[in-house]
């Protein structure tokens, strides 16, 4: 009897294991292809932008421009839904006085193909590419930013090119690591299909950085956001939110935009320094 039900256990634990393997990338990523609003609900100039990846696919993007703005977001969004689900943050950083670009990536919205890891990547590399080659923004005016799986994606290509600044919103360090923090029974090291080492990237990372997080967040626990600060180098500086993982920027919107208001002056002041002393 005891050896059918450890034989039985096994059998189940082996088949959850299976279904977790292959499911994994269901479990990642969420697109939606609909994209019923833009920017125009808001009442805001935008450019419908099509640009293409290293590997001939063709994505679609926003580029919402502030009035006499100095520093453009460069915008890596969450692992659900698509572009138009970060309306209210682009409303936001409009008011801030920040120019913004915002792209699906593949499978996402209007924009081709299917998402992996990999092309994830290529994804904000050519949304880099299409700001610094098409648009003519100076790389040092870029700030990149990530919320939540976008904090992985935008941390790779802070680590790969030199922009002005690093913003990680509610983000995890590892894919490894949140997976395991929702199957602490499983050997999720052994059968993680993906990566993200988010943390890996940050600490190649040379530009100034923010963290933001909320001490409430359900989904990516508030510890993650603390080792990504304390991975991080100087200059830094950490945000602390409340709120659920998906409103926090809402819920503790004041704070929200004090921090950004203040992130973004010390910014402009080294950035000033810098063109005074020719550096």
């Known amino acids: 009897m005891t050896i059918s039900i450890i034989g039985m256990l096994i059998v189940a634990y082996t088949g959850l294991g299976l279904i977790l393997y292959y499911m994994q990338p269901s479990f990642l990523y969420y697109p939606i292809r609909e ?26 993007g926003w580029f919402i421009p502030a009035p006499d703005s100095r520093f453009t977001i460069l915008f890596c969004h969450t692992n659900g839904g698509n572009m138009m689900y970060q309306l209210d943050t682009i409303n936001i950083f409009y008011n801030l006085g920040l120019s913004c670009f915002i792209f699906d990536y593949r499978g996402y919205g209007s924009s081709q193909g299917q998402p992996t890891e990999h092309g994830t990547y290529l994804d904000v590399r050519a949304a880099y590419r299409w700001l610094t080659k098409t648009k003519k923004i100076a790389p040092e005016n870029i700030i990149v930013f990530g919320r939540s ?14 922009p002005g600044a690093l913003v990680l919103e509610s983000s995890f360090t590892s894919y490894v690591a949140i997976g395991s923090r929702f199957y602490p029974y499983m050997p999720v090291r052994w059968f993680a299909r993906f990566d993200y080492p988010t943390i890996d990237y940050l600490r190649k990372v040379t530009c100034p950085v923010m963290v933001i997080h909320s001490r409430n967040d359900e989904i990516i626990p508030f510890e993650f956001g603390l080792e990504l600060y304390e991975a991080a180098r100087e200059p830094k500086e950490f945000i602390e939110l409340f709120g659920g993982h998906n409103d926090a920027f809402l819920i503790s919107g004041e704070t929200y935009k004090r921090g950004w208001t203040k992130w973004l002056k010390s910014l402009k002041e080294s950035a000033q320094g810098r063109e005074s002393t020719g550096a």
């Open 35 to 60: 994209l019923p609003y833009s920017p125009a609900e808001l009442s805001l100039d935008y450019e419908d932008v099509y640009f293409k990846t290293g590997d001939h696919l063709h994505l679609h």
């Open 149 to 162: 799986l976008g904090g992985s994606i935008a941390a790779y290509l802070a680590s790969k090119t030199k």
